[in-house]
């Protein structure tokens, strides 16, 4: 059964910097497409980053991220790490790995409902 177990969020100042961490049970990392998703309060879970799985490991952001956040695998430890640089408090929200993608990738990577495992997600709070 796969898990998805995710760490480091926190509180940070705007401007700041945080990296979060996905834990892959289950699986070899490397070989699955995964993504980062958030949600904050009212809001819809929206997709901010996703990487394809096999040799390509090509990565895909939001708008609102490119060029802030960076998503990667690191293969000895079998997670999915998002870094995330200049933050503002509109990043503010509930942080979730997923897991399990089905569907085309470029058309359906920000669809919470292209895959089926989850994390419990982990909070990141952005103070201005």
């Known amino acids: 059964q796969v898990q998805l177990v995710e760490s480091g969020g926190g509180s940070v100042q705007a401007g700041g910097s945080l990296k979060l961490s996905c834990a892959v049970s289950?699986?070899?990392?490397?070989?699955?497409?995964m993504a980062w998703f958030r949600q904050a309060p009212g809001k819809e879970r929206e997709g901010v980053a996703g990487?394809?799985?096999?040799?390509?490991?090509?990565?895909t952001y939001a708008d609102s991220v490119k060029g802030r956040f960076t998503i990667s695998r690191d293969n000895a430890k079998n997670t999915v790490d998002l870094q995330m640089n200049s933050l503002l408090p509109e990043d503010s929200a509930m942080y979730y790995c997923?897991?399990?993608?089905?569907?085309?990738?470029?058309?359906?990577?920000?669809?919470?409902?292209?895959?089926?495992?989850w994390g419990q997600g982990t909070q990141v709070t952005v103070s201005s």
């Open positions: 997923a897991a399990d993608f089905r569907g085309a990738w470029y058309a359906s990577w920000t669809n919470r409902r292209s895959y089926n495992t």
């Open positions: 990487i394809l799985g096999g040799g390509s490991g090509s990565p």
């Open positions: 289950g699986y070899t990392v490397s070989t699955r497409t």
